[in-house]
T-cell receptor, first 110, second 115 residues
């Protein structure tokens, strides 16, 4: 079964602290993994995807096939990073539909 | 970037009535759109895949007669919640992909309240 698990509902850190939002997945083939972000009162938007291997707003995520994980990391959190973060999976030949994790609310305190 | 627009943003309807939600791709053509439902503080649950010119593909457990999807053009998909009940109250979100890209663009969502 396809599944995305984000174990933390809420992650609260102080400004400047490192952040790691966890994501584990279950998929029999080779999925494509994404992180989407939803800032307050805004629509969901793509933050990054594993195939790009890029850093966006200081965030990075590495796909670990052995651990079936795609954790999102940032070395120094900023207050403007406060948002809901969703890990999502798209399976091969599934027409692009996304399976979302439960979401993690990141709160960065001053 | 690609823009997906939903209308209305909020709607309140009486129990037993039907309500239609529109999802438009403003600056690109979308052969496939997706409809999600989101409960408060919870994840997005995929309801169905809307295919232009053909029937929608519904996820397991989603009543296709309850949630009618029509994708009549390359820029418009509609979701009609028929005979709405209070338990249908939720946040409905659509998304669309641009061509062969795997990136999905999301609408702003529609808050449906059934009273």
């Amino acid at each position: 079964a396809q599944r995305v698990t984000q174990p933390e509902k809420l992650l609260s850190v102080f400004k400047g602290a490192p952040v790691e939002l966890k994501c584990n997945y279950s998929y029999s083939g080779s999925p494509e993994l994404f992180w989407y972000v939803q800032y307050s009162r805004q629509r969901l938007q793509l933050l990054l995807r594993h195939i790009s291997r890029e850093s966006i707003k200081g965030f990075t995520a590495d796909l670990n096939k052995g651990e079936t994980s795609f954790h999102l990391k940032k070395p120094f959190a900023q207050e403007e990073d406060s948002a809901m973060y969703y890990c999502a999976l798209s399976g091969h030949n599934q027409g692009g539909k996304l399976i979302f994790g439960q979401g993690t609310e990141l709160s960065v305190k001053p | 970037g690609a823009v997906v627009s939903q209308h209305p943003s909020r709607v309140i309807c009486k129990s037993g009535t039907s309500v239609k939600i529109e999802c438009r791709s403003l600056d690109f053509q979308a052969t496939t759109m997706f409809w999600y439902r989101q409960f408060p503080k919870q994840s997005l649950m995929l309801m169905a895949t809307s295919n232009e010119g053909s029937k929608a593909t519904y996820e397991q457990g989603v009543e296709k007669d309850k949630f009618l999807i029509n994708h009549a053009s390359l820029t418009l998909s509609t979701l009609t919640v028929t005979s709405a009940h209070p338990e249908d109250s939720s946040f409905y979100i659509c998304s669309a992909r641009v061509g062969g890209s795997t990136e999905a663009f999301f609408g702003q969502g529609t808050r449906l309240t059934v009273v």
